[in-house]
């Protein structure tokens, strides 16, 4: 009879897909974050700031105010109105965090004359200050950075684990 525990081989597949699983989704979050999210985030605020125009618009209309679970006040999406080069008035939709702003509320933005639909507030623009207050950004840098050593973490449990003589064995002995 075998003196190794009876542990089930069920146990250490699992482990390993669990391993498996959270070192892809990890690796895949980082990749996304370097190769979507910030660089889109960058190219955004570099047009703006290379040859975005500075303008007046007018807020039209604004969707509800929203709170998170801490009473924190979330970012508002506001549309908002303005000429640009061109004559033709546009809206475009543009978040931002506000305590009150209604219809008809004047405020400077900055507009991509390439592209009217992207539209910022002087002061949102920077490298720096869209990476921190996207939380995409955050949460998928968060992912890579939890998720990759705890799915490597599973798989040395797992070989130490089986190399510790936990692992049943395949062909128990036939008891006299």
Known sequence: MS?????????????????VVMIVVGLGGFLVTLVVTIPGHAKVASS????????????TRCQQGTTDEN???QPVTCWVRFTPRGGHSVESPLAFKAARVGGGTAMAIVYD??????????????YGKSLVRNSLDVVLLVISA??????IGGLLLRRFLSRSGLRPARNPAPSP
């Open 3 to 19: 003196t190794r525990s009876a542990r089930p081989p069920k146990a250490f597949r699992q482990l390993t897909v669990m391993s």
């Open 48 to 59: 703006l700031e290379s040859r975005g125009v500075r303008t007046q618009g007018a807020v």
């Open 71 to 73: 009473g924190a006040e």
């Open 113 to 126: 004359p390439e592209d009217t639909a992207v539209v910022a507030r002087p002061s949102d623009l920077g």
């Open 146 to 151: 939890v998720m990759v050593p705890l799915g």
